[in-house]
Every structure is written in C-alpha cells, then in structure tokens.
C-alpha cells in the first residue's frame, strides 16, 4: 500500500510570494494534519482536517490555511512568504480524527 | 512555551546494550503519547504509542513507559541495532488529536 505522498519534494519561492503544497493520505485515512518542522526544532502543528473540515489550528498566522477535498487529499497555502517559512513542512494522515499519524516525506520549501 | 522536553540531544549505544530515550511534559492534560523515529530527508516512522491508562506498551524490542505522576516517559530498545540510529521523537496529545513533539534526540549505535 502507498504511504502518504507530498508534493513538490523541494521548492524555493521568493519573500512574499505564494506557495500551494499538496498531500494524499493512506487509502482509507481521512484525517489529515500539517506540520512545519525547521532544523533543529520538533515538529509543529499547523492544521488538522477531518471529513473536509478543520478540527484544529496550531499557533500559526492567517497567512497559512489549508483544505480537504472529497477524495481526502489536502493543500496547504502559504501566502505572503517570509524568510522565517522555510522549513520542512510535513503532512500526516490517520484513519480517525484521533489516534497515530503516518508522515510524508515532506516538502522543503526554502524562501529567499 | 515548549510543553514536551528531550533534554539529550544525543545518546551513543554499543551495539547489543539497551537504548534509553527519554521525554518530560508539562501539561498535565495529555492523555495520548507516541514515539516516532526519523531519518535524514524522510518523513518520522510511526514506532510505538502509549494511553495514559496504561504505564507500559512493548512492540517487540520497543517498548513505552509513562510515569504520570513524573509527566515522564521513556522509550526502551532492546537490543539496540545500527539500523536504529536516528533521531527519536516524542510527541503528546489530548485525547490523541493536536500532537505537541518534542525537539528530538539523535541516537547512534555503535557496531
């Protein structure tokens, strides 16, 4: 069986623009949740979406937001890029809205 | 405010011995804990989980324990391998939802 999947696996965007980063969770998952991990530091929650609609919210600015779509893949948008975004952000799915996460790989973005 | 601590950044293990990684929290609320392991450019391997109604998992050579009264758990490997070295996270939740992680420890074991 797949695991989680994200994509880009790297991107480098420039201060202030936009970034769009996607996942598709485990087959049969419908939870997902984002993390921003910077070096260093343990992961962070952004977001949790379960059944399409936001369950939590992590200490994060309005310049982040995020959506489920039907098939339970997700987006998460960045907008207005500072320097400080450039991390690893990870997406983790599980079969309910509560229980062990399953990471992606990640995507590193790197803001210059 | 960093609710979940991993005091060592770093633990060296003779092949063979046993691996201690340790975890401290501060709030008391948490009632759901788990232990992931990652590697450089991968996303963190789901390893084992701990409810608070419990004070000891094991998953063969892993196994959690959670001293509540301490807001301590500690993850054991027995016999610890050179595949294990990696860098552990803890992470802890209420009710097993939002996950506050912890800054992780870098395990090596040495052949």
């Known amino acids: 069986d797949a695991g989680v999947t994200q994509s880009p696996t790297h991107l480098i965007k420039t201060r202030g623009q936009q970034v769009t980063l996607r996942c598709s969770p485990i087959?049969?998952?419908?939870?997902v949740s984002w993390y921003q991990q910077v070096l260093g530091q343990g992961p962070q929650f952004i977001f949790q979406?379960?059944?399409?609609?936001?369950?939590g919210r992590g200490n994060f600015p309005d310049r982040f937001s995020a959506r489920q779509f039907p098939n339970y893949s997700s987006e998460l948008n960045v907008n207005a890029l500072l320097l400080g975004d450039s991390a690893l952000y990870l997406c983790a799915s599980s079969t309910a809205r509560y229980g062990e996460q399953y990471f992606g790989p990640g995507t590193r973005l790197t803001v210059t | 405010d960093q609710q979940v601590k991993q005091n060592s950044p770093s633990l060296s293990v003779q092949e063979g011995r046993i691996s201690i990684l340790n975890c401290d929290y501060t709030n008391s609320m948490f009632d759901y804990f788990l232990w992931y392991k990652k590697y450089p450019a991968e996303g963190p391997t789901f390893l084992i989980s701990?409810?608070?109604?419990?004070d000891k998992n094991e998953d063969g050579r892993f196994t959690v324990f959670l001293n509540k009264s301490a807001k301590h758990l500690s993850l054991h490997i027995v016999p610890s391998q050179p595949g294990d070295s990696a860098v552990y996270f803890c992470a802890a939740s209420v009710t097993g939802n939002q996950f506050y992680f912890g800054t992780g420890t870098s395990l090596t074991v040495i052949p």
């Open positions: 087959s049969g998952h419908k939870s």
């Open positions: 701990i409810s608070s109604i419990k």
């Open positions: 979406y379960y059944e399409k609609e936001e369950r």
